[in-house]
């Protein structure tokens, strides 16, 4: 998963918190809460957490479908 290292509005320091929050909110945690005990206040910042899709594994195998034709 490519998560961005810095907010892209305010330039912040996220990409090291990214799997705590992914890991604290697939335990069960509510996200608005988690992000607040982490100390990401600023919308801008919560936005990027909040939005960032998953989508490398669901991509993954068209690239070895079209490796495997020979086409990449």
């Known amino acids: 998963m490519?998560?961005?290292v810095r907010?892209?509005?305010c330039g912040?320091?996220?990409g090291?918190?990214?799997?705590e929050f992914?890991?604290?909110v697939k335990a069960g945690e509510?996200?608005?809460?988690?992000?607040?005990?982490?100390g990401i206040k600023r919308y801008c910042c919560?936005?990027?957490f909040l939005s960032t899709v998953e989508f490398m594994d669901q991509l993954l195998p068209y690239y070895?479908?079209?490796a495997r034709r020979g086409q990449l």
């Open 2 to 4: 490519l998560v961005p």
């Open 16 to 19: 090291d918190k990214y799997y």
């Open 46 to 48: 919560r936005r990027m």
């Open 64 to 66: 070895e479908a079209i």
């Open 12 to 14: 912040a320091l996220i």
């Open 30 to 38: 509510e996200p608005g809460k988690v992000l607040d005990s982490m």
């Open 7 to 9: 907010c892209f509005t």
């Open 22 to 24: 992914l890991k604290r």
